[in-house]
């Protein structure tokens, strides 16, 4: 049974009849643009077939009745009075709920039954899943437009404000707006964006080295705040800012740890734009090149890479069919992902899948993913069959 069939199943055993509304939001990967997305640089994300979904019904009063396959405790809030109670999993609905509130909307309760196939931890962007999926439940049962940019908006404050997490709104825009066969190029400072199709001769496969980050947080927000110092020393609003000219020039004034990290960021912003010239040449070679010389950024500049990681990468690498690899996401640990010729992708999987168990000794995840839809109403074709069962 796929992650919405066991869904919709549970929903008929807790609530004794179908649910009214399928919501889906998938995760993503990273194509290129790593930590560059709250330096107001530029990504390319895609959504991928791994996803957040929601079986649920509205109900005709203000509350938020969450299960979730996964979690043993019951997320039960009223729209009405939003606390924060510790770490409970629902945290990201309320959150969601909270800067929707936050942003003008009026919401309406609902309930409901949660799951989801994307790994926690893995930098595939589970949680953004989760309030995106959040957002685009709200948005179905209060009758509001889903805006790509405003909801994204809102998972980020829930993230950075409710969380606590300074994270980019990379990964809620991948879930907001990407479009099935495209990856999204967005600019992180104007919110602009293109979808922009994946060369049909290449697939994207993911590959998760089984380790998860340690204390990401810590080290996330260490970088936030090494890029946050540099820009004060260019005087500038965001590395985004920031030329590779500028930064020869004025460099030299920066402490070696402070120069690599803002090298990063120039760098790979200028790494986007290419890949971006060529994707639309169908040039996957150059892509992935681009995507080799991304990783030794983040290995050595941004120091982001665990050794599972560049282990990963480089059995990907010399795999026949693959044009390059990289690890995707906040980093520490997690996924890499690798774009192969098409016609080879499954060997290419199950090759690498292999030598790195032998490798490492760990047992990986590695599969083709495809690019998907981002977060939308599988089914809303059922008639509403309101609630206000407690
Ligand atoms: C995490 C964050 C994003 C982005 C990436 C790194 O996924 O949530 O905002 O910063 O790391 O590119």
Known sequence: MGVHERVQAEFIRRFGQPAALLIRAPGRVNLIGEHTDYNDGFVLPMAIDRAVWIAMRPRNDRRVLISSLEMTTVGSFSLDDLQRDGLEWYEYLKGTAWALGEAGYDLRGWEGVMSSDVPVGAGLSSSAAIEMATARAFAQVAGFEWEPVRMARAGRRAENEWIGVNSGIMDQMACAACQAGHALFLDCRSLEYENIPLPASVAVVVLDTATRRGNVDSGYNERFQQCQAVARYFGVKALRDVTPQGLLERGDGLDEVAYRRARHVVMEDHRVLHAIAAMRAGNVAELG???????????????????????????????????????????????????????????????????????SGLAPSVYVCHPCQGAEVVDGTLPFVTSSSP
Not at 314 to 325: D, K, M
């Open 289 to 359: 090149r681009l995507l080799d010389a991304s990783h030794a950024s983040m290995r050595d500049d941004f120091e982001i890479t665990n050794e599972a990681l560049n282990v990963m990468v480089s059995i990907a690498r010399r795999q026949p069919g693959c044009y390059g690899a990289r690890m995707t996401g906040g980093g520490f640990g997690g996924c890499a992902m690798a774009l192969v010729d098409v016609g080879q992708a499954e060997n290419f999987a199950a090759t690498v899948a292999h030598e790195y168990q032998v490798e």
